[in-house]
């Protein structure tokens, strides 16, 4: 099937429309993956830059050995205080004993 002069000057103008068309829609694909791509590079400049969290097993180690830490020092408090107890109540007793009070004569 040939092309006859009058279609020819029917489908010139429609090949430069679907040219620029074309062309529209290929500008349009290149300046999404340029976005896509700045966007990709500034996520990874964040995730560099950020402090990354902790997984929750990790926390839950350190809940743990603060947990016996606190266990561990219940019982030195404890013992600090009757210490503490038994000094006053040795002071207590040697206050009122025998050689409390010295008596000096001139």
Same mark, same amino acid.
């Not at 830490?69 to 561990?72: F, G, I, S, V, Y």
């Given at each position: 099937m040939s092309i006859r002069p @009058?279609?020819?000057q029917i489908l010139?103008?429609?090949v430069n429309e679907m040219a620029k068309i074309q062309n529209?829609?290929?500008q349009k694909q @290149?300046?999404?993956l340029q976005l896509q791509a700045e966007n990709s590079i500034e996520q990874a400049d964040r995730n560099i830059?950020? @402090?990354?969290s902790r997984r929750e097993?990790?926390?839950t180690v350190i809940n743990e050995k603060q947990q016996e830490?606190? =266990? =561990?020092s219940?019982?030195?408090q404890e013992d600090e205080e009757k210490k503490q107890k038994q000094k006053k109540e040795t002071i207590s007793v040697k206050k009122g004993g025998i050689g409390s009070n010295i008596d000096i004569r001139l």
């Open positions: @009058v279609d020819y010139m103008p429609k529209s829609d290929q @290149v300046g999404h830059k950020s @402090v990354h097993t990790e926390k830490r606190k =266990n =561990n219940k019982p030195k």
